[in-house]
């Protein structure tokens, strides 16, 4: 039976044992096991990570979707133009002093 231990590493131990050598083989699988555990804690990190970030990442497609909208209605929205009371005060004289 062979075990391998710290995959990830340069260091990688294979440990080949004979039928009465219980003592390494439960060693090498302390140590997979070990390994084992922290790459569970990593990926549910990730797992974690993964979905706020999904969930931002829907939040501003939404908000683009309203920004569409709203940059839509304002192209297709006639401009009124207001003028002040001394904006027409001021073109009813130049019209007057055309004439």
């Known amino acids: 039976m062979c075990l391998i ?3 990830d590493s340069s260091d990688n131990e294979v440990i080949s044992c004979g039928e009465n050598d219980y003592d390494a083989i ?9 390994q084992s555990s922290k790459l569970d804690v990593a990926y549910k990190k990730l797992k974690i990570d ?27 929205k006639e401009i009124e133009i207001i003028e002040c009371a001394s904006c027409k005060s001021y073109i009813f004289d130049l019209n007057i002093l055309e004439k």
């Open 5 to 7: 231990a710290d995959h």
């Open 26 to 34: 439960y060693d090498a699988f302390q140590q997979l096991l070990f």
């Open 50 to 76: 993964f979905k706020e970030l999904q969930s931002k990442f829907e939040k501003s497609l939404e908000e683009e979707e309203v920004f569409k909208n709203k940059i839509s209605i304002l192209k297709n």
